[in-house]
């Protein structure tokens, strides 16, 4: 793996907190959207930002139809003589319309936030009619029909009726199928991809974007963000979003309060298949500019790949050393997932490589499909021969994903797909007690050894083996766990971060300032709600907030009031610890 970088003077080594999906065990349960959404976006201005969406594809994804780049104009371009500019245009462009900047999606492609009805809910008298919670708009308080929100395609993923609107399908056209017995459809969580090249950083005229030095997390400084908006437009993935409350833009943080003590993101953690690795890796920070800007878009993937070096070799090490990488964040790269899975095994691909923001989210690609089709039609599914040849009739066409991850290049999904199939039939082989077949291993340009190697980091691997996340620069490591969580970018007085809105706190309205980034869990949150009065000055009551402890106002109907009393006086239940558990 450092033979090619060996053969090249090393550039500037930085250091990139990195992420791999694998697509193969996402069942669209969404736990990392809506603890992501706890964490991060349980406030006002920003009820329908999703920093974590689970996209149903084939689908327009959120905000709607956001691949269509001749439409909203995110990314980079290459001019004739191999210099890049955003696709939004240049500055003088970028000045002209900073005013009103009319490329971006309106509410109406993410979806109108609404809360419903509760009161009528809770209070409508006694009558033949069941009362209804009818949905209000969050916006504008008026009642609403609910017609769009973030996986509205999760209904009816694969089905004509909204895929044919992806800008995928409408790419590949008589490509794709949607009769119903060759109806398709995966899951792709999306976060945003922290790119070595991004391009919302360059949109932005206030300088308010900032990629970290020390991790390569891309965040926004709420200080020096003044609302142009333009990053919403420059991001290709537009996973950036505007706070319409505070006037400032919010985006994914890498959770890097967490990332800092050595701790997964909050969707890693929650992640319940398990799915994601985070590792550090290193990189060549004077070859990003070169790689972005190759001529052929199939020549990115390839090109990207060879921006990472390898913690491995003595040169690497030493250069690192040389540039300020702590030694335990270039230990850290060589056991990080991220970097075997993208460039030792070379399964996992980046997602658009197209765009030219060199993402560092990776996705290792759905493979099950064809294993389940297979076995239908009464042919062993986990057979090599079997499976190799059927990867060009996957019912998930190979031309849609290579437009999701190769830049339609077919042949480095081709060979993600072969490999993985190699690995289960190899893998399969050996828990029936069979002989080791090494020609599976060898037909993908493998080894056997190396295919156990990646049959234990995609199928078994341990919680140290999935996250090996180093502790921030300057951190001791046998420190790292006393450090209390480090306050974000948003605290600030009277600001919508960690201090609240208005004095409501961030981490649903039960919750105070965090003790340490730890115990920030929903175990933590059941001690934080045991008072029968209202959890925030007229705020909503969140039910992951609440222990069944008290009568929060707002989650019952308020006490009928008897002779000589005034309504809600009366008794209070008890509370833990004075009568009743």
């Known amino acids: 793996m450092g033979d090619g970088d060996a053969r090249r003077p090393i550039g500037r080594v930085m250091a990139q907190v990195a992420m791999v999906m694998n697509l193969d065990k996402c069942i669209g349960c969404h736990t990392c959207s809506v603890t992501c959404k706890q964490a991060w976006t349980n406030r006002s201005g920003v009820e329908y930002a999703w920093f974590n969406n689970v996209e149903?594809?084939?689908?327009?994804?959120?905000?709607?139809?956001?691949?269509?780049?001749?439409?909203?104009?995110?990314?980079?371009?290459?001019?004739?003589?191999?210099?890049?500019?955003?696709?939004?245009?240049?500055?003088?462009?970028?000045?002209?319309?900073?005013?009103?900047?009319?490329?971006?999606?309106?509410?109406?492609?993410?979806?109108?936030?609404?809360?419903?009805?509760?009161?009528?809910?809770?209070?409508?008298?006694?009558?033949?009619?069941?009362?209804?919670?009818?949905?209000?708009?969050?916006?504008?308080g008026e009642p609403m029909a609910v017609t769009w929100s973030a996986n509205w395609d999760d209904d009816l993923g694969g089905g004509p009726e909204l895929a044919r609107h992806d800008p995928i399908v409408r790419r590949l056209g008589e490509k794709v199928r949607f009769s119903f017995e060759e109806t398709f459809m995966f899951y792709l969580p999306r976060i945003c991809e922290h790119c070595l090249n991004?391009?919302?950083?360059?949109?932005?005229?206030?300088?308010?974007?900032?990629?970290?030095?020390?991790?390569?997390?891309?965040?926004?400084?709420?200080?020096?963000?003044r609302g142009w908006r333009t990053c919403v437009t420059g991001c290709p993935y537009k996973k950036i979003y505007f706070n319409h409350k505070t006037g400032k833009a919010e985006k994914c943080t890498f959770c890097y309060p967490r990332v800092e003590v050595g701790m997964p993101t909050i969707c890693s953690e929650t992640c319940?298949?398990?799915?994601?690795?985070?590792?550090?890796?290193?990189?060549?920070?004077?070859?990003?500019?070169?790689?972005?800007?190759?001529?052929?878009?199939?020549?990115?993937?390839e090109a990207q790949l060879d921006v990472l070096l390898d913690p491995n070799d003595p040169a690497v090490r030493d250069k690192a050393r040389r540039d300020g990488i702590p030694g335990r964040w270039v230990d850290s790269a060589a056991r990080s997932p991220v970097l075997a899975l993208a460039k030792r095994f070379r399964v996992a691909l980046p997602l658009h490589p197209e765009y030219r923001t060199m993402p560092m989210v990776w996705y290792?690609?759905?493979?099950?499909?064809?294993?389940?089709?297979?076995?239908?039609?009464?042919?062993?599914?986990?057979?090599?021969?079997?499976?190799?040849?059927?990867?060009?009739?996957?019912?998930?066409p190979v031309e849609y994903l290579a437009e999701l991850f190769s830049a339609g290049d077919p042949e480095p999904v081709r060979r993600v797909l072969r490999r993985l199939a190699a690995m289960r039939s190899h893998m399969r082989r050996i828990n029936l007690g069979q002989e080791r077949d090494a020609s599976i291993a060898?037909?993908?340009?493998?080894?056997?050894?190396?295919?156990?190697?990646?049959?234990?980091?995609?199928?078994?691997?341990?919680?140290?083996?999935?996250?090996?996340?180093?502790?921030?620069?300057?951190?001791?490591?046998?420190?790292?766990?006393?450090?209390?969580?480090?306050g974000c970018s948003l605290d600030f007085e009277g600001g919508p971060?960690?201090?609240?809105?208005?004095?409501?706190?961030?981490?649903?309205?039960a919750s105070g300032r965090p003790d340490a980034?730890?115990?920030?869990?929903?175990?933590?949150?059941?001690?934080?709600?045991?008072?029968?009065?209202?959890?925030?000055?007229?705020?909503?009551?969140?039910?992951?907030?609440?222990?069944?402890?008290?009568?929060?106002?707002?989650?019952?109907?308020?006490?009928?009031?008897?002779?000589?009393?005034?309504?809600?006086?009366?008794?209070?239940?008890?509370?833990r610890g004075e009568g009743e558990t």
């Open 364 to 396: 290792v690609l759905p493979l099950s499909p064809v294993v389940d089709s297979l076995t239908s039609t009464g042919h062993d599914g986990e057979e090599a021969g079997n499976l190799f040849g059927a990867i060009d009739t996957l019912r998930i």
């Open 517 to 575: 980034a730890s115990v920030e869990t929903f175990h933590a949150l059941r001690v934080r709600q045991s008072s029968g009065g209202r959890v925030a000055p007229g705020g909503r009551v969140n039910l992951l907030n609440w222990d069944g402890s008290g009568r929060p106002e707002g989650l019952f109907p308020p006490r009928r009031s008897g002779p000589g009393e005034s309504p809600g006086d009366g008794p209070v239940p008890p509370q």
């Open 497 to 509: 971060g960690m201090g609240g809105m208005g004095g409501a706190p961030p981490f649903g309205e």
């Open 272 to 301: 319940v298949g398990r799915l994601r690795y985070l590792g550090v890796v290193l990189y060549d920070a004077d070859r990003v500019a070169e790689a972005a800007s190759v001529e052929d878009d199939t020549e990115l993937y």
């Open 56 to 140: 149903t594809r084939p689908g327009q994804g959120y905000p709607r139809t956001y691949q269509d780049q001749d439409k909203w104009k995110g990314g980079w371009v290459r001019k004739p003589g191999g210099r890049l500019v955003p696709r939004a245009g240049g500055r003088l462009k970028r000045l002209a319309t900073i005013f009103a900047n009319p490329v971006m999606p309106s509410i109406q492609d993410y979806y109108e936030p609404w809360t419903y009805d509760y009161e009528t809910l809770f209070n409508a008298p006694l009558g033949d009619d069941f009362p209804v919670a009818t949905p209000r708009s969050v916006l504008t």
């Open 442 to 486: 060898e037909e993908v340009g493998m080894s056997g050894d190396e295919i156990e190697d990646m049959y234990r980091l995609l199928a078994i691997a341990k919680y140290d083996e999935r996250y090996v996340v180093p502790t921030a620069f300057g951190v001791d490591e046998a420190d790292a766990g006393a450090i209390d969580e480090i």
């Open 198 to 225: 991004p391009s919302c950083v360059a949109a932005c005229p206030s300088g308010a974007l900032y990629k970290r030095a020390e991790d390569g997390v891309v965040l926004v400084d709420q200080d020096r963000c």
